[in-house]
Structure formats: structure tokens, C-alpha cells
T-cell receptor
Framework: AQKITQTQPGMFVQEKEAVTLDCTYD???????LFWYKQPSSGEMIFLIY??????QNATEGRYSLNFQKARKSANLVISASQLGDSAMYFC?????????????FGKGTRLSVIA | DVKVTQSSRYLVKRTGEKVFLECVQD?????MFWYRQDPGLGLRLIYF???????EKGDIPEGYSVSREKKERFSLILESASTNQTSMYLC?????????????FGSGTQLSVL
């Protein structure tokens, strides 16, 4: 069974600083994908970044990057130059591929607060 | 842009009522999902569907059922609402079978069962 662990219920970061949100996962499937979503107070879920288990390089999307350490089964999200608008819930999620089209499984989330 | 529309943003129902939560997507996605979101528990999968008239149980299907008569519409049914079903319900859709197919979410329905 797959499992996603986000150990930080809440975090604070100063505006313009970088912040790392932790995510570890558990799977025996060698083929899987990792996703990060952002949920602002408005409630919408916004896709941020994706990392495949066989991708050679760590994924980056603008100010978001994924620190993928396969041996440690971690997929931490790094946000550079934090902005006030980054204050939100952040969810890590995983999908296994070897069993076919399986659904995303989410972690419990981390609430990030950016301080001016 | 993909649009996933949930019929109600807020809903208040009484214990024992039959409740229908409707979800429609406009991008011809094969896959549709229902999650519930509770503080401290994240998103938990209730049911999902990979095709019309098919459904699969997720992690917490008890007390729920679903219907998918048309590709674009996926309905979540609470046969007899209970107070422990008070929650935020999120519908999502995705293309199949792309591996990195991201989920597109609706804006959610906050259901209160009194």
C-alpha cells in the first residue's frame, strides 16, 4: 500500500526567503509519479509540479523545485523567494503506475504562512 | 481551460436526508474522482470512475455511492446523511492513461449535516 507523509502541519517563512516543505512516500512500485498541489484559502486546488520516478533531473517550475531523493523516498518542495501569496495549504501526492491507472493518494498537507 | 463544476459551494442538510453532490467536467476526461477533505486528514478518496457506468471504491466508501451515467457527470450520493459526513467534498477529473496526468479540481462543496 502506498503512503504519503507530510510531517509539518504548519510552517512560517519570512517573505523573500526560501522554504522547504517535506514529503516522504512509501511504495514498492518502481514506477510512480509525485505531485504537489497548492490550496489557497479560496479552496481551489492548484497543480504545482510533477516528478516521475525515472526522471533523471529534479523538476522545476518557476519558483518551485522538487528535491527528489529516490533512495530516501523523499520529494520535498522548495519554494524560492517566498511571496505573501504563497500562504496556503500544500499537499504532496503520489500515483503508482505499474498496476495501471491508479488514483492519486494525498498526504495530510502542510499549512505555509508567509510573514511580511 | 479545463473546468470542473460542482453544483453547490455550500450545502446544509439534515441527518437522514438523501444528498446528491453533482460534478460536471467539460474536457472529455475519462477519469473522475470524489475526495473528502477534513482538517488534519488531508484528502481521502471516496470513489472514482475510469469510464461511464463504471465505479471503483476508494479508501473511505462507506456511507456513499456514486453514479456515472454520462462521461462528463459524476455524482456522489449520501444515502442517509450523518453528522460525521460533514466535510468539504472535492470532485476532480483527469485524462487517461497519461502517467503524469494531473487532477483538475472543482471548487468544492462544503456540506454540513445537522
Amino acid at each position: 500500500a502506498q503512503k504519503i507523509t507530510q510531517t509539518q502541519p504548519g510552517m512560517f517563512v519570512q517573505e523573500k526567503e526560501a522554504v522547504t516543505l517535506d514529503c516522504t512516500y512509501d511504495t514498492s512500485d518502481p514506477s510512480y509519479g509525485l505531485f504537489w498541489y497548492k490550496q489557497p484559502s479560496s479552496g481551489e486546488m492548484i497543480f504545482l509540479i510533477y516528478q516521475g520516478s525515472y526522471d533523471q533531473q529534479n523538476a522545476t517550475e518557476g519558483r518551485y523545485s522538487l528535491n527528489f531523493q529516490k533512495a530516501r523516498k523523499s520529494a520535498n518542495l522548495v519554494i524560492s523567494a517566498s511571496q505573501l501569496g504563497d500562504s496556503a495549504m500544500y499537499f504532496c501526492a503520489m500515483r503508482e503506475f505499474s498496476s495501471g491507472n491508479t488514483p492519486l493518494v494525498f498526504g495530510k498537507g502542510t499549512r505555509l504562512s508567509v510573514i511580511a | 481551460d479545463v473546468k470542473v463544476t460542482q453544483s453547490s459551494r455550500y450545502l446544509v442538510k439534515r441527518t437522514g436526508e438523501k444528498v446528491f453532490l453533482e460534478c460536471v467536467q467539460d474536457m472529455d476526461h475519462e477519469n473522475m474522482f470524489w475526495y473528502r477533505q477534513d482538517p488534519g486528514l488531508g484528502l481521502r478518496l471516496i470513489y472514482f470512475s475510469y469510464d461511464v457506468k463504471m465505479k471503483e471504491k476508494g479508501d473511505i466508501p462507506e456511507g456513499y455511492s456514486v453514479s456515472r451515467e454520462k462521461k462528463e457527470r459524476f455524482s456522489l450520493i449520501l444515502e442517509s446523511a450523518s453528522t460525521n459526513q460533514t466535510s468539504m467534498y472535492l470532485c476532480a477529473s483527469s485524462l487517461s492513461p497519461a502517467r503524469r496526468a494531473e487532477l483538475f479540481f472543482g471548487s468544492g462543496t462544503q456540506l454540513s449535516v445537522l
